[in-house]
Structure formats: C-alpha cells, structure tokens
Nanobody
Framework: QVLLQESGPDLVKPSQTLSLTCAVS??????????WNWIRQPPGKGLEWMGS???????YYSPSLKSHASISRDTSKNQFSLQLRFVTPEDTAQYYC????????WGQGTQVTVSS
C-alpha cells in the first residue's frame, strides 16, 4: 500500500516561508518515470498544480510560482518537500502531495492558513 503523508505548520504569518514535507511509504520517490507533486486548493477554488520533482531529481514549477517556490527531496528518508517563500493570505489553501508514475497516489492534504 502506498501512503503519502503531508506535514508542516497549519498557520504561517505573511512574508514568512511555508515549509511542507511529504513522507512516502510503499513506493520509492526514485522509481524511474515517477513524479512527485505539490498541489493546492484555495478555499472555494479549484486544484492548482504547484510543481513537481522527478525520479532523477529534476524539478518543475508552475510559472506563476516559480519565483517563490522550491521543491527538494531527501532520498534517504523517501520524502520530498515544498518551500514557499514570502507567503501572503492568498496562499491559504489545502495543500496536497501526490505522485507515482501516473500521479495516482495522493496524501490526505493539510490545511495551511496564512494570517497575522
């Protein structure tokens, strides 16, 4: 069974950096042709793909977030992370990690609120 579990703060102040981690079990983030994604859903809006990291460590970002998002991984822990710098209240959302060869595995999501 493949499980993805997001972890991180539920409240972040504006202008700070949001850091989230996705721990993966039951699958390896280095499996060839797999991609590991961060996706978010702001209140009342649709899903937004933020970026991903491939099995070879190559990163991809949404053009709208590339300037203040970073995705990294720790292969020894089989986990990958998101850093979102200079957050604003518009970054308040349910954040999901998802991945696999076809993106078939999803975490349950974690709610993050940006507020002073």
């Amino acid at each position: 069974q493949v499980l993805l579990q997001e972890s991180g703060p539920d409240l972040v102040k504006p202008s700070q950096t949001l850091s989230l981690t996705c721990a993966v079990s039951g699958a390896s983030i280095t499996t060839s042709y797999s991609y590991w994604n961060w996706i978010r859903q702001p209140p009342g809006k649709g899903l937004e793909w933020m970026g991903s990291i491939g099995s070879d460590g190559t990163t991809y970002y949404s053009p709208s977030l590339k300037s203040h998002a970073s995705i990294s991984r720790d292969t020894s822990k089989n986990q990958f992370s998101l850093q979102l710098r200079f957050v604003t209240p518009e970054d308040t959302a349910q954040y999901y990690c998802a991945g696999g060869i076809g993106g078939e595995y999803w975490g349950q999501g974690t709610q993050v609120t940006v507020s002073s």
